[in-house]
């Protein structure tokens, strides 16, 4: 499924779409500027690294760089297809929840518990289904020296 469309910078008014997905029990949200595309195993083949259209997104262990719960492959695991600028690669997700549409004074700023590493990783947060998603920060995802 591609949903990439052209990029604009947006304005606090204008709506910007986030995917929200969930990773070791936690609701997490992407920028949708950023996602390629989404696959399941069956579309991704038995591929480390999926490659579409003879691009290749290198596998990252999100649930890993997050210190999280890393999820066995289910029914609903999908892989999500990364980019941004030149950075590409592929996450591997326990369920897709949806496509999210919001204005950018919607996405709340992180509390001050977050005061390490961690504000890197994260851009904000959004209200979602009586919980909270946690906003990526894309170009930490896809950046391989970010871990840590």
């Known amino acids: 499924m591609d949903i990439r469309e052209p990029m604009e910078t947006p304005s606090p ?15 997490l949200a992407l920028d949708a500027e950023s996602i390629c595309g989404l696959l399941t195993f069956e579309e991704a083949g038995n591929e480390k690294d999926p ?3 003879g691009i290749m ?3 990252i262990n999100l649930a890993d760089r997050l210190s999280l719960p890393n999820d066995r492959g ?11 600028r030149e950075m ?20 709340l700023p992180l509390p001050m518990q977050f005061r390490g590493p961690e504000r890197h990783w994260y851009q904000g947060m959004i209200l979602f289904a009586k919980s909270i998603a946690l906003v990526l920060n894309a170009t ?3 950046n391989e020296e970010g871990s840590g």
């Open 13 to 27: 008014a204008s709506p910007s779409r986030f995917l929200i997905v969930t990773l070791g029990g936690r609701y």
């Open 51 to 53: 490659m579409i259209h």
């Open 57 to 59: 997104y290198g596998a």
């Open 74 to 84: 289910g029914a609903n695991t999908r892989i999500v297809l990364l980019s941004k």
């Open 88 to 107: 590409r690669g592929s996450v591997r997700v326990t369920t897709v929840e949806g496509l999210l549409e919001l204005s950018l004074s919607q996405v």
């Open 140 to 142: 930490w995802v896809l």
